[in-house]
């Protein structure tokens, strides 16, 4: 984790008036680590050779592939009340294409695996046959480790906040990155997988978690919010910033 990411983790939680102010504070974070940084500035510039693509794909494909488990442990995080455990599980039915084989995430995902990496033989499963590396592992490990012990707001602030709140944003800038011309040579990436989390799944699966937290408005109650959200958000900046010295390594 880089220093910047230690210091916002370790200053003085604001009191926050609006949870609209949350969203901002995890936001701007957000925007200086994750958009700003590293993975995806390098991306947009076409910096990354064939081979570095080729590693985030397989990377990647196990960190979407976890993410329904992600999803499964914010359900079992939070009080059995429809009002907490059907968002999560709405979103966790888009990740199942919502009862359409066709539509599963992991067949999407697919599609764009095998456009920068038809060399690696995946099963019917869709699992590529390639080492997991620590970045991919420890983002996982993070998430599923925090919802462990997380209250029934904190889960939800995670998923919500720290992770829908932003991810249509971070999927559409990777899908605009891999149209770049320099992925495009000889064969086009499929960016079929990141523009439709872009453009529809995220946006909405964030409404659904916001609709839960605006319920929560006391200045603790909203720190509680934004630690959790911050927390999250942050492992994942340090997932991109880790897998992008890995694929610099390549």
Not at 127 to 153: C, E, H, I, R
């Amino acid at each position: 984790m880089s220093q910047t990411m230690n210091d916002l983790m370790e200053q003085q939680v604001p009191v926050f008036q609006t949870y609209r102010e949350v969203e901002q504070a995890v936001m701007a974070a957000v925007e200086k680590e994750i958009i700003n940084g590293r993975f995806l500035k390098t991306l947009h510039n076409g910096g990354y050779s064939a081979a570095q693509i080729r590693e985030f794909a397989l990377q990647y494909s196990y960190y979407s592939r976890n993410f329904p488990r992600v999803l499964g442990a914010a359900v079992a995080a939070v009080e059995p009340l429809d009002r907490w455990w059907v968002p999560l599980v709405d979103n966790l039915w888009d990740e199942a294409g919502r009862g359409n084989p066709k539509g599963y995430h992991s067949k999407m995902y697919r599609t764009f695996l095998e456009s920068v990496a038809p060399d690696v033989a995946v099963s019917d499963e869709h699992v590529p046959d390639y080492p997991v590396g620590g970045a991919t592992q420890k983002a996982v490990k993070s998430f599923l480790s925090f919802l462990k012990s997380a209250t029934t707001l904190e889960a939800m602030a995670a998923v919500g906040l720290g992770s829908e709140l932003f991810a249509g944003l971070v999927m559409g800038e990777i899908g605009q990155g891999l149209r770049h011309p320099n992925y495009n040579q000889e064969t086009r990436v499929n960016v079929g997988f990141w523009m439709a989390h872009a453009d529809e799944h995220e946006p909405r699966h964030y409404q659904l978690c916001k609709d839960v937290l605006l319920d929560f408005s006391s200045p603790e109650e909203l720190q509680t919010i934004y630690r959790a959200g911050l927390t999250i958000a942050l492992s994942e900046a340090r997932f991109y910033d880790e897998l992008y010295e890995e694929m610099i390594a390549k």
